[in-house]
């Protein structure tokens, strides 16, 4: 049972190429986030799904785009890589809280740590 | 808007002594309220949770205080350990918990041996 895993776990990138940050989840969970973690800003929401086929904007979703097309996959698109858009990236998955299965709100992958140059 | 405000920043405590946190909300609709703990190089991994009918959640040496009135929270790491040593961060989140967390900053855990 591996969690919630994410690939790649570094990248580079050069201003204005696109890439994809791959979140696999095998937990059979309904709600899927990505979020981006800063130094001094926390952990900030970018996209999140609630289901297959279904995604949502969060706090922070310019210049990123999402796709849910199994319910255990979901992807990050960088269209036009930007210097701003250095970060680590998370991903997380749940139940709703309303689950009685919920043991905690969100498991966390590891990370992917992007630098666009 | 920061809507979870987390203090201190950065805390350095000795090895036994109580490591505290506070966490300030805005949100009444917030109705559950995690800490997550986070390792260098890792994700973060909840660590104890609290939903606001209750005002004090205790897990071995972790305990949140809860203040609704206030729209406060707080961690306190009784018996702190090197091995607690870590970035913490307290967080929000409302309903079903489909719009997500809303996280605090975060605070950088030192414990000294």
């Known amino acids: 049972n591996a969690g919630v895993t994410q690939t790649p776990k570094f990248r580079v990138l050069k201003t204005g190429q696109s890439m994809t940050l791959l979140c696999a989840q095998d937990m059979n969970h309904e709600y899927m986030y990505w979020y981006r973690q800063d130094p001094g800003m926390g952990l900030r929401l970018i996209h999140y799904?609630?289901?297959?086929?279904?995604?949502a904007k969060g706090e922070v979703p310019d210049g990123y785009n999402v796709s849910r097309l199994k319910k255990q996959n979901f992807l990050l698109g960088l269209e036009s890589a930007a210097p701003s858009q250095t970060s680590v990236y998370f991903c997380?998955?749940?139940?709703?809280?309303?689950?009685?299965?919920?043991?905690?709100?969100?498991?966390f992958g590891d990370g992917t740590r992007l630098s666009i140059l | 808007q920061q809507q979870v405000k987390q203090s201190p920043q950065s805390l350095i405590v000795q090895k036994g002594g109580i490591s505290i946190i506070n966490c300030a909300y805005e949100n009444t609709a917030f109705d559950y309220f995690p800490w997550y703990q986070q390792f260098p190089g890792k994700g973060p991994a909840l660590l104890i949770a609290i939903r606001p009918d209750v005002s004090e959640k205790k897990e071995g040496r972790f305990t949140i205080s809860f203040n609704k009135s206030a729209k406060q929270f707080s961690l306190h790491i009784m018996d702190s350990q090197p091995g607690d040593s870590a970035t913490y961060f307290c967080a929000a989140i409302m309903g079903g918990g489909a719009d997500g967390l809303t996280f605090g900053k975060g605070t950088h855990l030192i414990i000294q041996p």
């Open positions: 997380a998955s749940s139940y709703t809280l309303n689950d009685p299965r919920t043991g905690q709100p969100q498991h």
């Open positions: 799904s609630v289901g297959e086929g279904t995604t």
